[in-house]
């Protein structure tokens, strides 16, 4: 059986991340000095994953250059998937490059999960594919207060209970691409497969923040420098230079 490998979409232009995607993947945008997308695969790699499909596009050329014999022990090999795919685009033209069950993956989201939990979720459901899912937090503060107006306290972006949103971290089955509907992933490929049934959840409510804007780049290097990294909480200090050459 080949191993698992992970498909890691990095190939968008990342127009919320300007001036920096200006000249970089939105993928390289640093935590304390490493790409982010370095952080989120050695979360896999910590984890015994360590074979990665990088569906490249927008700026290839410095993933190319930049994953060219720099992680020993890792298997990264990147796809040219096209500069103006969508998503579900870039992971169907990963399809030759894959395995019977793969992992896949934003290439800017960072969480603490379990992925040998994920994998067992997903071949316990029996579907073609299973999401994570988070519990939506909001992005403002709420004011707790009675009946008389009097202020209770305040609550600083709290979880919103009993909805969840999308948070990535997939599992496919290679059966799925038999069933591939549309070229983005989001609004085609998934609500497709959740139409024939075969879709399904892992829950995960630990720590998981992506970074869509600078504003998320800015909180993530806060969070880095108080030294407890909740991405790495679970896998120890080793988790900071493993892979590097």
């Known amino acids: 059986m080949d ?32 790409p982010v997308i370095v952080h989120l695969m050695r979360i ?11 569906a490249a596009g927008y700026r290839k050329e410095i993933l190319f250059d930049y994953f060219n014999g720099r992680y020993q022990g890792w298997d990264v090999e990147v796809v040219d998937t096209g500069a103006e795919s969508d998503t579900g685009e870039r992971i169907r033209r990963c399809r030759d490059h894959v395995g019977d069950t793969f992992f896949a993956t934003y290439g800017d989201g ?7 939990h994920l994998l067992a979720q997903h071949r316990k459901g029996g579907g073609l ?16 207060f009675d009946q008389e107006g009097q202020v209770n306290r305040f609550e600083e972006k709290p979880l919103i209970q009993d909805y969840w949103i999308n948070a990535g971290f997939f599992v496919f089955q290679k059966e799925a691409y038999d069933h ?12 497709g497969l959740s139409a024939k049934n075969r879709l399904y959840t892992y829950k995960h409510v630990g720590f998981w923040k992506s970074m869509d804007t600078s504003k998320d780049q800015q909180e993530l290097e806060q969070i880095y420098e108080v030294g ?18």
Not at 44 to 54: H, S
């Open 180 to 191: 591939w509907e549309g070229t983005n992933l989001e609004n085609h490929v998934l609500p």
């Open 129 to 144: 594919a299973t999401l994570t899912v988070v519990p939506l937090r909001s992005q403002y503060g709420l004011v707790v």
């Open 228 to 245: 407890d990294v909740p991405w790495m909480r679970h896998f120890g200090q080793a988790v900071k230079t493993a892979g590097e050459a």
């Open 110 to 116: 960072l969480g603490n999960l379990n992925l040998d």
């Open 3 to 34: 191993p698992i490998k992970v498909v890691i979409l990095c190939g968008g232009k990342g127009t919320r991340s300007y001036p920096y995607t200006s000249y970089f993947p939105k993928v390289m945008m640093p935590i304390n000095g490493t």
């Open 44 to 54: 896999y790699a910590l984890q015994g994953y360590t074979k990665f499909v990088l």
